[in-house]
């Protein structure tokens, strides 16, 4: 694939009651639009992931609306959706864009605006994205991960504390992370001692309720902006972009140790980039619950099943100690906050910053091949991108 | 699951289902409900398969939750599932009873 990732920008992740959606709009666009240097009339097309602005917000039709607001009037915009994986979805779609021929430049929109809603409301507009029977049930997110949870437990015999490792370690790269919605470092404790939501999982297994939005600009123009303001050594190419798809339900999967549909897409996008788990230096991966990345990060190949857990507490994957890969630098969707829409979108532009060298703190040293794994439901929907610096 | 038409759609459903015996995969305790369910709340969700046939999400109900384990033989049963609006038809649907408790 000849597509580079010529600006990327996101806000910071959190409760932003004092702004508007398109205000965090016009924040991530403005950003990427001057990191990437170009004058914005030359994005011909805007994609926007999102999910919950009609169910929430009574407001559909965000193509228009926000190629509107960012003075991109005129030119071709459409929403994408897929539940919390509507961001990568939106990036796919982009992608594919660029590869039919039809545009050479266009922008990529993820967005999410959820603290404005009650708790109980945003939890019953995200059970939008599992099926009739477990809404019908009263099930909820982190029950359909508590779910997933019990049984890998069972099988490998994956523990509590296992599970807090993960918070305490993206709480630990979030605290790194300017834009992160969480700055506190917590401990296996706190996790352990946190409000039960839904058995087995607690209050700091889950990740939180947040606003945000992430842009990237994508070209298959290799050919660096004129005129940009700084020199750029390093070209950030997107080298794979995958989408799998599996029951809405659980009650429909085979296996519940796993995801298939991210085992699925990272196949897939492994044979599209020529490359392997074991040439990957750092990725951002779907936390969204402890136990998901637990899961995430054997269903990629980064760990044998039933491995991951005890590797994840020995510091295998946290900045300064790992061993083969980072994962989630950012913070993840635990430490850094999960606008749904907003997701996949951030994701992307955190392993940019790290393919360019410009991560500061959370810096991945001698970061050459990154992934992104962005998951929509209880794993109906996933995404995995590649992506390489040069 | 306002529409009185919806609700008649899923009855034909709820037919199917009703008396089944099956066995959970998986559970879980709900201890932060979604809207409607707070009057419930803790409640047990679970997957419950039933061999042949294709698996059922479902509220375990009729037992402590203590007692509640990956394994257990239910049986499907009528109930309603959450509560309704002022003017809403009751909503009924499936949920599970542990077999020793019938």
Redesign the interface.
Known sequence: MNISIIGAHTTKFGEQWGVSPRTLAGEAFTGAVSDAGIQKNRIEALFVGNMLSGILGRQEHLGAFFSEELSLTGKAACKIEGACASGSLAVHAAVNALLSGEYSTVAVLGIEKMTDYK???V??AL?GAGN?????????F??LY???A??HM?EYGTTQEQMAAVAVKNHFHASLNPNAQFHSKITVEQVMKS???????KLLDCSPISDGAAVLILSTNHAMPAGRQESRTTNVSIVASQVATDSL????RKS?TELAATKKAAEKAYRQAGVGPADIDVAEVHDCFTIAEIMATEDLGFFDKGKAASAIVQGHTTLGTAKKLVVNPSGGLKGAGHPVGATGVKQIVELYEQLRGTAGKRQVEKARVALAHNVGGSGATAVVHILRGS | ?NSPVKHWR?QKKITELVGKTGKI??????????????D??P?A????DFGAT??????IVDCELTDIS?GMTVRLTVRR??TPGIDDVI?Y???ARPIHSL
């Open positions: 708790p109980e409301e939890a019953a059970m009739d029977e477990e809404r019908m049930a009263g099930m909820t982190p029950g508590a779910a997933l019990h049984v069972k409000t039960c939501i839904a058995d087995p999982l339900g659980l009650s429909g519940l | 699951m899923n995969v998986t559970f879980t305790i709900i201890r932060v409900p979604p809207a409607g369910y707070s419930q709340a409640y969700v679970a997957v419950i294709d698996r059922v999400s479902c509220q990956i599932v959450k909503p649907g499936i949920k």
